[in-house]
Every structure is written in structure tokens, then in C-alpha cells.
Antibody, heavy 121, light 107 residues
Framework: EVQLVESGGGLVKPGGSLRFSCIVS????????MTWVRQAPGKGLEWVSS????????HYSDSVKGRFTISRDNAKNSLYLQMNSLRAEDTAVYYC??????????????WGQGTQVTVSS | EIVLTQSPATLSLSPGERATLSCRAS??????LAWYQQKPGQAPRLLIY???NRATGVPARFSGSGSGTDFTLTISSLEPEDFAVYYC??????????FGGGTKVEI
């Protein structure tokens, strides 16, 4: 069974930092591009960042570029998101997700349960 | 950036009725569009990829169509468990993804 389990969420003050982890199981982690997606309270889904299988290609949304860093450790089946200079508008549930093989013709086919981040003083 | 506009924002229907959800892209995305279902407190679930292909385990009452800039998700006969929010996602700029604002299907 495919599983993605996030951890690391919590309450942080504006300007602070937080690091998420996502540990996966049930599939060969190194075969898949991985993605972080967030959802602000009562709002829709927003793509945050993606990282290719061997970390060669990394992409960020404009809203987090320069503040967030995505990384992965294929030996540990783990995906990470380091978030710095946090703002109130970063408050959201953050999902770790797997991009199915096929790129443009595929989908984001597996999701973690999400972890909540609240940025507030 | 490709913008996706979903309509209507809310669809009020009864079990057994047909639901038709629309997603319009600001520029052509070919068939590189996916649909997701999200229930309260849950992660999204992939329903449709490449505009018209059902994901594994998705019931046949869900179907997708369209290409270019106009796409439709149809639920042929609503089941009680289908009342949820539905999002479209463009994958033309993969892995830079964007989502539509969502359509809530309510009773």
C-alpha cells in the first residue's frame, strides 16, 4: 500500500522557520517526481514545489521562491520542505504528493494526510 | 501563468442526478488536464488524468472530456459519497502545476 506521512507542522511566528518531512512507503521512491501542495483555510489547492527523481530539476511557485527549499533523500524514502521567512499567508495545510509516471499526461496520484502550519504572532 | 476557471462555484443537486462541471483554461493545455475530488478533512483524490482517463479505482460514473481550453467533468448519476469539492489541474507546464478554484457539489 502506498503511504505518504508528513510531519513537522505547527505554530510559528512571522519570520520564523519550519521544516517538514514526508516519509513514504509502498513504492520505489526514487522512481517518482514529488510535489508539495498547500491549502489555506477554506481555500483551494496551490502548488508549492516539485523535485525530480534525482533532485536535478527543482521548481517553486513564485509565492515561495527564495524562501522555501525542497529536497529529498532517496536512501531514506524521505521528502523535505524547509520553510524560512514565514508569513501569515503561508498558513495552510501542506500536502506531500507523488506525481505518477507520465508527466503531463498523468496526475498527482497519491497524497499524504496533510500537516497544518499556522503562522501567527 | 495558465489560469484555470471552474464553473459553477457551487452545484446543488440530488442523488441520482447528473452533474456537469466546467474548467476553462486561459490558454491551450492540450489534453494535459486532471480532475480531483476532495472531501472535508481529506486529501484530494485523483479522478481523471489526461482529460479523459479514469484513475485506478474510479467508478465509471465519472467521465472527463475536452481539449485545448474547455474541459468537462461529468458524474452521470450522483451517489451520496460524490458530494464534495472538485478541482481541475493543468499539467501543460508540468511540474509547475496550477489548480482551478474548485466546484462544490452539494445536496
Amino acid at each position: 500500500e502506498v503511504q505518504l506521512v508528513e510531519s513537522g507542522g505547527g505554530l510559528v511566528k512571522p519570520g520564523g522557520s519550519l521544516r517538514f518531512s514526508c516519509i513514504v512507503s509502498g513504492f520505489t521512491f526514487s522512481d517518482y517526481t514529488m510535489t508539495w501542495v498547500r491549502q489555506a483555510p477554506g481555500k483551494g489547492l496551490e502548488w508549492v514545489s516539485s523535485i525530480s527523481r534525482s533532485s536535478v530539476y527543482i521548481h517553486y511557485s513564485d509565492s515561495v521562491k527564495g524562501r522555501f527549499t525542497i529536497s529529498r533523500d532517496n536512501a531514506k524514502n524521505s521528502l523535505y520542505l524547509q520553510m524560512n521567512s514565514l508569513r501569515a499567508e503561508d498558513t495552510a495545510v501542506y500536502y506531500c504528493a507523488r506525481e505518477s509516471v507520465g508527466g503531463v499526461r498523468a496526475g498527482t496520484d497519491s497524497w499524504g494526510q496533510g500537516t497544518q502550519v499556522t503562522v501567527s504572532s | 501563468e495558465i489560469v484555470l476557471t471552474q464553473s459553477p462555484a457551487t452545484l446543488s443537486l440530488s442523488p441520482g442526478e447528473r452533474a456537469t462541471l466546467s474548467c476553462r483554461a486561459s490558454q491551450s493545455v492540450s489534453t494535459y488536464l486532471a480532475w480531483y475530488q476532495q472531501k472535508p478533512g481529506q486529501a484530494p483524490r485523483l479522478l481523471i488524468y489526461d482529460a479523459s482517463n479514469r484513475a485506478t479505482g474510479v467508478p465509471a460514473r465519472f467521465s472527463g472530456s475536452g481539449s485545448g481550453t474547455d474541459f468537462t467533468l461529468t458524474i452521470s448519476s450522483l451517489e451520496p459519497e460524490d458530494f464534495a469539492v472538485y478541482y481541475c489541474q493543468q499539467r501543460s507546464n508540468w511540474p509547475r502545476l496550477t489548480f482551478g478554484g474548485g466546484t462544490k457539489v452539494e445536496i
